[in-house]
């Protein structure tokens, strides 16, 4: 897995890629990616409460307003919610029911 450090588009899913994304390709395609300096292999850091044991659905005081769109993502995941990739966080809230 990568992480997106430049936005493109995929020339073989035609899928569209944005900064922070992570791109899960073939090992060949994450390594030309890399080289062209689309993505970063290693360690994906999403946010810095990830140090921290609590998870999305403890974090909050009930008011998903207050959380970041990737701490939505992960409460989605968390919840069985599938979230487009490009949901806005109005999205996210409405898909969560908030």
């Known amino acids: 897995m990568a992480e997106v450090i ?3 588009r995929d020339r073989e899913t035609w899928a ?3 900064v922070g994304d992570s791109y899960d390709g073939t090992p060949g395609r994450i390594s030309e990616l890399s080289m062209l300096g689309l993505v970063r292999v290693g360690l994906i850091a999403h946010d810095a409460r990830e140090s921290d044991s609590e998870t999305p659905s403890e974090a909050h ?3 998903l307003d207050d ?10 995941d968390e ?6 990739r490009r ?3 109005p999205q996210l809230l409405a ?3 908030a």
């Open 79 to 84: 919840r069985g919610v599938a979230a487009p």
């Open 6 to 8: 430049a936005p493109f």
């Open 95 to 97: 898909l969560l029911g």
């Open 16 to 18: 569209a890629y944005d």
């Open 61 to 63: 005081s009930g008011n």
């Open 87 to 89: 949901a806005t966080k």
């Open 67 to 76: 959380l970041t769109v990737p701490q939505l993502r992960e409460l989605a």
